[in-house]
């Protein structure tokens, strides 16, 4: 049975996963991104290495890319990554060749989309958005049971939407996004500035659980933003359900229920109409991959699919004749 690898690839690391055909995790590997200011080559052989491990002497089916980045229309390139050294770079068929086999490249946030939608905390809603805390912020729109992906295939960039006019720089190059405000960085920010150099990432969240009054405060700010601009995207979408993933979306509730609370306060007509709950992604920080495996799956089944209905067709051309 041929093997369908997901890999995620973000500001901080590459995860790459063996993924069953009910969405289940088999065999997970893990690199360190080598960072943003570094030859893309670095990057894809932090890839290679997670894929090889992950493969070993298994026939590989097809493997499924989930970039945080601002992927095209057509699953080719990475137009724009404001953590990764990607910059209109063509992806796929750079790793394709390399690898040997077939690859799919979507957004990381779209993959994880995809994941929660078949397997996790979407459920039986028909629309949702969705959005990943990680280094920045990506995100993702559902609608009619379908992943919204946009003319270029750049809707859910919601971390780049400015909610403060001439804030914080950015890595994208703009100022005052909202990810600068919400997301893993935003909280290493607040920890640094109250005078705490030595907590970053799942460290932070391990300090608010264990009732560090500092850590405690990081993420009630941090969740309040995450709930303001919650309020942007439940006025112009109207979903049933938001799901917040990514690694930040550890801390549960620590940041979930100053998120709900801002999201009340912050929502035009709260008071007249149905707030959607926002919910913890059920595939954690795997939901990427998840979803990248199974765009993989789904694409190159359907292909094989097409490619047999051509022959049978062809076979029975041939004998009519």
Avoid at 191 to 217: F, H, N, S, W, Y
Wanted: glycine fraction near 14%; include cysteine; aromatic fraction near 4%.
């Amino acid at each position: 049975m041929s093997l369908f690898i997901g890999v995620d690839i973000g500001g901080t690391k590459v995860l790459a996963t063996a993924v069953s055909r009910s969405g289940r995790v088999v065999r997970t590997a893990l690199r360190e991104t080598p960072g943003r200011r570094v030859e893309a080559r670095l990057v894809e052989d932090a890839l290679t290495e997670a894929v090889q491990e992950i493969a070993g002497v298994r026939r590989v089916g097809a493997i499924g890319i989930a970039a945080a980045g601002f992927v095209d229309a057509q699953g080719e390139r990475v137009r724009f990554a404001p953590h990764l050294p990607w910059q209109d770079e063509g992806v796929r068929a750079k790793l394709a060749e390399r690898w040997s086999a077939p690859v799919v490249l979507d957004n990381d946030a779209n993959c994880a989309a995809r994941a929660e939608l078949a397997y996790g905390a979407v459920g039986e809603a028909d629309s949702a958005v969705v959005v990943t805390l990680g280094t920045g912020i990506g995100g993702a729109l559902i609608l009619d049971g379908e992943v919204i992906r946009g003319y270029n295939g750049m809707a859910g960039e919601f971390g780049h939407t400015q909610v403060v006019p001439g804030g914080r720089s950015c890595e994208c190059g703009g100022t005052g996004c909202w990810e600068q405000y919400c997301s893993g960085n935003a909280l290493t920010r607040f920890m640094r500035d109250k005078g705490v150099e030595d907590l970053a990432g799942a460290a932070i969240t391990a300090a608010a659980e264990q009732g560090d009054p500092v850590a405690l405060a990081a993420f009630a700010e941090v969740g309040e933003w995450l709930g303001v601009g919650l309020a942007n995207l439940v006025a112009s979408f109207d979903p049933q359900v938001v799901v917040i993933g990514g690694g930040v979306s550890a801390a549960g509730d620590l940041l979930l229920e100053p998120a709900r609370a801002a999201l009340r306060e912050s929502l035009v007509g709260a008071a007249h109409r149905t707030v959607p709950p926002v919910v913890r992604a059920a595939l954690g920080p795997e939901a990427g991959a998840i979803g990248a495996a199974d765009l993989a799956r789904q694409t190159f089944r359907s292909a094989g699919t097409r490619a047999r209905a051509r022959r049978r067709a062809a076979r029975g051309t041939d004998r009519r004749r």
